[in-house]
């Protein structure tokens, strides 16, 4: 340590786990086709994929999360957007079930100096969950901040969110398509909601959320791009820090703290 120092400041610190990614973003706008593609072309880049919150990758696997995820959707009674009517306890089993996909698997992965991808991770909770308690945007906008600060004191926010955005209507009939169902009025205005609210936390923390829209780019550029962001990524060591409130560091366990090279 340097003398007359009393350890690193915040920002001096690096970490040396893996990177934490997710992928976000609003139904059938190509999470999960893109991640697989990007994993194909990446196959010895030693990826994670996780997608505990998918309805249809939902498995018999006996293990926590899942037995979460089953609870919420047989009390959901169908309703794509888990809602029982306890949006509460809705919020919190999900969140639960995102800090067992980090302690089960995540932080295994990272400490080995895995990239873990999240297919739909806290983002999405804090999404979804606040349009339900909330039908004016400003208040959604604010209680999503304060879901994202619950989760970051339980387990990391992701190092990078990779936000695949498209027109609007496009998505969500691919989504239809893909499901076979049609979505109701009221679901639609749900998914137009949740697709801005991405888009306001996006354009909050541009450090973390990287916006990829389909409408620019090709498949190929995508993929390409995905793979350069996620390359380019640091693992945090830092205290997480959102909505100006700062939960405890978390990366303790899986990173040890350094000098930054200067
Ligand atoms: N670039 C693409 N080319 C062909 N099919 C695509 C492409 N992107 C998405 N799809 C199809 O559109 C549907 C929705 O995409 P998906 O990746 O499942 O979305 P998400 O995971 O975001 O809900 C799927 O049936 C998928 O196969
Ligand atoms: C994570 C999360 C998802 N959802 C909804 C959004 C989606 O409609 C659905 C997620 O299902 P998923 O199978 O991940 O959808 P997709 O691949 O189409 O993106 O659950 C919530 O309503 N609340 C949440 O906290």
Redesign the pocket.
Known sequence: MTPGREGPAAHDLRCHRGRLISVE?????G??HLTGQLLERHTSDGFVVL?E?????HTDDNDLGRDLLRILIAAANGD????SGHPGT??LL?LAIKTFDYENGSATALAQGRTVIE??SVH??????SL?VHPDDQSAYQHAQLILDLAARWRPLPDLTILITDDMTAAIRR?ET??GIRYTEQQWQ??RR?DALFGRLAADDPQRLTVLDRRRLTNDQLIDQMADHIAAASPRCLAETVNRTTAPARCSQDCQPQHAER
């Not at 794509?80 to 809602?83: A, E, Q, S, T, W």
């Open positions: 973003g609003i139904s059938g706008v999470k999960t997608e919150f998918s309805q249809r990758h794509p957007f888990l809602r809705e919020t999900l297919g739909r999405s909770t804090a999404v979804y969950q339900i989504a893909r499901d749900l998914h949740a």
